[in-house]
């Protein structure tokens, strides 16, 4: 294949789109690297979906450009060679084994004899799935089919990998070989665009992320630099009462604490570590048992919440 020329894998360039008078795309612009991890974050309906199928060449966008190794994904077969594609919905035979799907998809994605074995096995290697490789997939757990769905996807040595959600509904395990796999890759030169609202996996692994809002991108940046800029020297302090009465509920909101979805309450503060303890010895002097309080820096979750807080105020 063509390396195409120097420069981003991906390049989307002003991508306006709209479906009837709903605007689904405002102006989007963004690059994808070789050897990076770009996560693309945002709320349900900011895009990110329609976004994907630009980028994926199964749609034209009414203005502006994706550009694909130099190349229009929408017309040009060979762009598209150059993607893989893990879709969120799994896109695998659940009758046939994991090498079998794996031979298969190869067969699909244009491989041919003597090529289909090395490609089968490295794709297995990178996702961790040759021990598995003669089970049915029906049979498999939702994480081990996450990864075969990874290795269909890159059997063809893909310049971009596009990846869907890969860790909706998986286990610690599951997330750990995916995280692995997706490390290798970018160690390999591939480039990755993670679609995800797993913020903990996206804050660990991209390079770089862009949150999309109502059809604009809002943000971007390397995870660590997006919080420093939004949350300067505060940190997070966290508290783990249990199950909270409504009575207890009103007097940790009257320290200013937020139910989070890990199900501890949490709020942001300057001095946190002083604020930390003095919070948790006047819940004790209360009669309020404390497991554990905790102090760390925000994460993308609060960076999350942030744009999305911002969106409901617009």
Known sequence: MNPGPPGPILTVNAVRHAFGARPALKGVSLDVRPGEIYALLGPNGAGKTTLVRAICGRLKPDAGEVRLIGRDPYRDGEARAALGLAP???????????????????????LKGRAVAPAVAHAMAVTQTAER???????LSGGFQRRVNIAAAIL??????????????????AKQAIAAALTRLRSDGVGILLVTHDLDQAGDLADRAGFLRDGEKVLEGAPDALIADAFGDQMEIEVDVGEASPHLAARLAGEGLVLRPSGGWGRLASNGYVLAGELAERLRTDGVVVREVRVRRPSLEQLFARVAEARRAA
């Open 133 to 139: 490789a003669d089970d049915l997939v029906r049979g």
């Open 88 to 110: 969120q919905a799994l896109a695998l035979y659940p009758q046939l084994t994991v090498a079998e799907n794996l031979q298969t998809f190869a067969s699909l994605a244009g």
């Open 156 to 173: 063809a040595g893909p310049k971009l990998l596009v990846l869907d959600e890969p860790t909706v509904g998986v286990d610690l395990s």
